[in-house]
C-alpha cells in the first residue's frame, strides 16, 4: 500500500471495535413448585430497561440475546442484561419497598429488543418483565 497512514487507520479501525453480546441465560435451575400456595404475587408486571448507542456499527437480535458489532460506543455500559435486571428491581423496590430478608423469585420472564440501525449509529434497548412472587 502506498499511503501507510491509511494503512494504520484501517488496521486501527478493524482492531479497535466494540462487540456486545448477551443474555440471561443460565446454566443452572432450580424447580420450585407453585402448586402447594405457599407464595403470593407480590407484583405482576415489573420491568426494567437498560440501552447503549453505538457509531458505526450493526445490531441484532436472534431470540434470547442482541447483538452489536461496531466501532465505538457512545451511550451506556454495554452490560444491557444486568442493568435491565437491577432496574426491574429498582422498579420494585421504589413501588413496594426493599427486598432484604424477603423470599421473592422471578417469574414469567420475558426479554424485549428494540433495535434501531442507521448507516452511521446503532442503539440497543433491553426490556426484562417478569412477575415477582414472595414464598411464605
Known sequence: ??????????????????????????????????NEGNYTIAAPGVSGE????????LSYSNGFAATTLAIARVEGSG????????????????????????????????YDTDILNLILYTKVKITVRADIVEFE
Not at 50 to 57: Q, V
Request: glycine fraction near 6%; charged fraction near 15%; hydrophobic fraction near 45%.
Open 1 to 34: 500500500m502506498k499511503n501507510p497512514i491509511l494503512l494504520l487507520l484501517c488496521s486501527a479501525a478493524l482492531f479497535a471495535g466494540c462487540t456486545s453480546s448477551g443474555a440471561f441465560l443460565s446454566a443452572n435451575q432450580t424447580i420450585v413448585n407453585l
Open 50 to 57: 437498560s440501552e447503549a448507542a453505538y457509531l458505526l456499527g
Open 79 to 110: 452490560m444491557l442484561y444486568a442493568e435491565a435486571l437491577e432496574n426491574l428491581w429498582a422498579n420494585y423496590e421504589s413501588d413496594h419497598g426493599p427486598n432484604t430478608d424477603r423470599k421473592l423469585a422471578l417469574t414469567n420472564v420475558r
